[in-house]
């Protein structure tokens, strides 16, 4: 009897509920118990949930035909506004997928629409195909076969052409990331299929602005997975299937997009491996990340005072007025710890926009790990409130041992010159540099003092990241500073010149900019630093 109650209750909730629910399309009566269901955050039978953004639920059903639920959540306290101005996200969707399958484009056919409480969503069909990214990851990393190298290749043309068709047809597509474009292989071609259409939007004449957004969008992928060479193929299919380009603009558009993809691959590098190998921690005390697995990782796994340990046991290498560098003892052996202390209102409220030195200091040392910058390895980085005016922050790293800086080598090594030569440092360094301004990244204080050099191997690290930023100008005042300090550091040691021209000659060639352009604009910055050591060492006799 109780049974038979809950369930005539079960079907009495479920009949209120999907009277509740509102539906519309021509599979809606097929679909409205399992749009209930799942509105609820109920899997209905053959049913599984799959991963999404944030901002939607995805849900899909296989069978002889694959169907997709989509719900989109409400983004901000504008999706309301938005909604009366341009229609519900649904509404988007469905108008946008009629204007693509209208074109001859590919996209799932939508099957029904609805909205449940504050939500609206989709039913779809689905596409037997996997995202472009992940196509090229399961099919395409090297080593590659003459026949696999040929399939890729026709991949490359396709999808090329295939978004060429998409501009022709005067549409730009709102979010054109790989894996918003499926495909799959049907005997000697693919098949393709646009998802997450809702941003798209059709224009009268497209702005070459929306161009590049779609081009950069897709071609976020590492060298590895997607190589300059494989960009030039794919965007060349692009242009026969949108020929509205001078062979100058092309050029520049291309060169454009090469560009502006790689702060996003790297963006997209730093998030992952912060992701999967760093852990926050937080009580009521302090609050920061750590590196798994480091020795810093060891000690946060105790109760332990973040304070005390520097103090204690510790040798001070460095101190001024708001910064104290220790050196620590850890369970693996020394570790780099740096105290800052404030206790400024501006100070405050960059720990509260997350703009704090420390975690400034966490987050380049990590750009520069990504970009094989050599630097200490990063392990933890802490912010403590004290009081209400007084806040400590600590970043922890690896302590190089067998290192020297570079300027205390000039000054001990009796051949320090015949010593540069042979490890060959001026043009790594020169490398480096230019591979960092390359990326948009500035060191900052690139004086010999902050570059730590192993004597027997060559090795050498930047350290003291505090002043590093991140850059969208080609040759900034930050990047001119960078080559300046180092610089003079060069002419004040008294090396000969073949060095300073071995270095400009190195930079220049690896970043594509005119030496004499360079060394011009360079000049001021080297006799102002010139001045202004002479300066100091006058003011210290």
């Given at each position: 009897?109780?049974?038979?109650?809950?369930?005539?209750?079960?079907?009495?909730?479920?009949?209120?509920?999907?009277?509740?629910?509102?539906?519309?399309?021509?599979?809606?009566?097929?679909?409205?118990?399992?749009?209930?269901?799942l509105a609820n955050r109920e899997l209905p039978s053959g049913w599984q949930w799959v991963s999404s953004s944030q901002n939607s639920v995805v849900a899909a059903k296989?069978?002889?035909?694959?169907?997709?639920?989509?719900?989109?959540?409400?983004?901000?306290?504008?999706?309301?506004?938005k909604a009366l101005l341009y229609g519900s996200r649904s509404k988007r969707a469905r108008k946008q997928t009629d204007i693509l399958l209208s074109a001859g484009l590919?996209?799932?056919?939508?099957?029904?629409?609805?909205?449940?409480?504050?939500?609206?969503?989709?039913?779809?069909?689905?596409?037997?195909?996997?995202?472009?990214?992940?196509?090229?990851?399961?099919?395409?990393?090297?080593?590659?076969?003459?026949?696999?190298?040929?399939?890729?290749?026709?991949?490359?043309?396709?999808?090329?052409?295939?978004?060429?068709?998409?501009?022709?047809?005067?549409?730009?597509?709102?979010?054109?990331?790989?894996?918003?474009?499926?495909?799959?292989?049907?005997?000697?071609?693919?098949?393709?299929?646009?998802?997450?259409?809702?941003?798209?939007?059709?224009?009268?004449?497209?702005?070459?602005?929306?161009?590049?957004?779609?081009?950069?969008?897709?071609?976020?992928?590492?060298?590895?997975?997607?190589?300059?060479?494989?960009?030039?193929?794919?965007?060349?299919?692009?242009?026969?299937?949108?020929?509205?380009?001078?062979?100058?603009?092309?050029?520049?558009?291309?060169?454009?997009?090469?560009?502006?993809?790689?702060?996003?691959?790297?963006?997209?590098?730093?998030?992952?491996?912060?992701?999967?190998?760093?852990?926050?921690?937080?009580?009521?005390?302090?609050?920061?990340?750590?590196?798994?697995?480091?020795?810093?990782?060891?000690?946060?796994?105790?109760?332990?005072?973040?304070?005390?340990?520097?103090?204690?046991?510790?040798?001070?290498?460095?101190?001024?007025?708001?910064?104290?560098?220790?050196?620590?003892?850890?369970?693996?052996?020394?570790?780099?710890?740096?105290?800052?202390?404030?206790?400024?209102?501006?100070?405050?409220?960059?720990?509260?926009?997350?703009?704090?030195?420390?975690?400034?200091?966490?987050?380049?040392?990590?750009?520069?790990?990504?970009?094989?910058?050599?630097?200490?390895?990063?392990?933890?980085?802490?912010?403590?409130?004290?009081?209400?005016?007084?806040?400590?922050?600590?970043?922890?790293?690896?302590?190089?041992?067998?290192?020297?800086?570079?300027?205390?080598?000039?000054?001990?090594?009796?051949?320090?010159?015949?010593?540069?030569?042979?490890?060959?440092?001026?043009?790594?360094?020169?490398?480096?540099?230019?591979?960092?301004?390359?990326?948009?990244?500035?060191?900052?204080?690139?004086?010999?003092?902050?570059?730590?050099?192993?004597?027997?191997?060559?090795?050498?690290?930047?350290?003291?990241?505090?002043?590093?930023?991140?850059?969208?100008?080609k040759l900034n005042s930050c990047m001119l500073k960078d080559l300046g300090r180092f610089l003079v550091d060069m002419i004040e040691t008294g090396l000969p010149d073949?060095?300073?021209?071995?270095?400009?000659?190195?930079?220049?060639?690896?970043?594509?900019?005119?030496?004499?352009?360079?060394?011009?604009?360079?000049?001021?910055?080297?006799?102002?630093?010139?001045?202004?050591?002479?300066?100091?060492?006058?003011?210290?006799?």
């Amino acid at each position: 009897m109780r049974k038979d109650l809950e369930r005539n209750f079960k079907i009495i909730s479920s009949n209120r509920k999907a009277k509740k629910i509102s539906i519309r399309g021509e599979h809606a009566e097929e679909y409205r118990e399992q749009a209930v269901m799942l509105a609820n955050r109920e899997l209905p039978s053959g049913w599984q949930w799959v991963s999404s953004s944030q901002n939607s639920v995805v849900a899909a059903k296989a069978g002889t035909v694959n169907v997709y639920y989509k719900e989109f959540l409400p983004r901000n306290i504008f999706e309301k506004i938005k909604a009366l101005l341009y229609g519900s996200r649904s509404k988007r969707a469905r108008k946008q997928t009629d204007i693509l399958l209208s074109a001859g484009l590919p996209a799932p056919d939508i099957l029904c629409w609805g909205n449940w409480k504050k939500s609206v969503f989709v039913i779809s069909e689905g596409f037997d195909g996997i995202g472009f990214f992940q196509y090229l990851l399961n099919n395409f990393l090297s080593p590659l076969s003459p026949e696999k190298i040929r399939e890729k290749r026709l991949l490359l043309k396709s999808a090329g052409s295939l978004i060429g068709i998409l501009h022709q047809n005067r549409i730009v597509h709102g979010d054109l990331r790989q894996n918003n474009l499926l495909v799959k292989k049907k005997g000697d071609t693919f098949l393709f299929s646009f998802i997450d259409n809702e941003r798209n939007r059709k224009w009268r004449c497209i702005p070459l602005s929306q161009i590049k957004k779609n081009l950069i969008q897709f071609s976020v992928a590492a060298d590895n997975v997607l190589s300059r060479t494989d960009l030039m193929r794919m965007f060349m299919a692009y242009k026969s299937s949108y020929p509205n380009f001078s062979v100058g603009n092309v050029n520049k558009l291309l060169q454009t997009v090469y560009d502006r993809r790689k702060p996003r691959i790297l963006k997209s590098n730093f998030r992952f491996y912060m992701t999967d190998n760093c852990k926050p921690i937080k009580n009521d005390c302090f609050y920061g990340d750590f590196l798994k697995g480091s020795a810093v990782a060891k000690r946060f796994s105790l109760c332990f005072d973040p304070g005390k340990w520097f103090d204690t046991n510790s040798i001070m290498l460095k101190q001024d007025k708001n910064i104290t560098v220790n050196l620590l003892p850890g369970p693996d052996g020394n570790i780099i710890a740096k105290r800052f202390v404030s206790n400024s209102f501006i100070f405050l409220i960059k720990t509260w926009l997350k703009k704090e030195r420390t975690h400034n200091l966490w987050n380049m040392a990590h750009y520069f790990k990504a970009l094989d910058i050599p630097v200490a390895l990063p392990f933890a980085y802490l912010i403590e409130r004290k009081s209400l005016g007084i806040i400590r922050s600590y970043y922890y790293s690896q302590y190089l041992a067998d290192a020297i800086t570079l300027m205390d080598l000039s000054l001990t090594l009796k051949d320090f010159s015949n010593w540069l030569d042979n490890k060959k440092i001026i043009p790594r360094f020169a490398k480096t540099l230019s591979k960092l301004h390359n990326n948009g990244f500035c060191h900052g204080d690139t004086k010999w003092v902050n570059i730590l050099v192993n004597e027997t191997s060559g090795y050498f690290w930047l350290i003291d990241l505090d002043g590093a930023v991140r850059t969208k100008s080609k040759l900034n005042s930050c990047m001119l500073k960078d080559l300046g300090r180092f610089l003079v550091d060069m002419i004040e040691t008294g090396l000969p010149d073949k060095f300073t021209n071995e270095f400009f000659l190195v930079y220049c060639n690896a970043r594509g900019v005119n030496k004499d352009l360079v060394q011009k604009k360079l000049n001021p910055y080297i006799i102002k630093i010139l001045k202004r050591h002479r300066k100091k060492l006058k003011h210290d006799v």
